[in-house]
């Protein structure tokens, strides 16, 4: 069986304008930040992380248990 995740970011439309338009370079660079620190963290756990949309990334988390997907999500969170 494989266990799937769907990572979204939350307020992603708004942080791209607020307070001020983002340019795509800014953005493009969150987005590649993010995938590699979720990638990372993710692969540690033997894990992969793939893109779907600009503001979610989609995992194949087997082995991961929900403590791991709490702790991952701190992490990023404190970014």
Do not use: C
């Not at 990572?7 to 983002?22: A, E, F, L, M």
């Not at 987005?31 to 992969?48: P, T, Y």
């Amino acid at each position: 069986m494989i266990q799937m995740t769907l990572i979204q970011i939350d307020n992603y439309g708004p942080w791209t304008v607020t307070p001020r338009p983002r340019t795509e370079s800014d953005l493009q660079i969150l987005q590649a930040e993010l995938f590699a620190d979720v990638q990372r963290l993710i692969a540690a756990k033997k894990g992969l992380v793939f893109f779907t949309r600009f503001d979610n990334l989609l995992a194949v988390t087997n082995g991961l248990n929900e403590e791991d997907h709490m702790r991952i999500q701190r992490s990023i969170r404190n970014r």
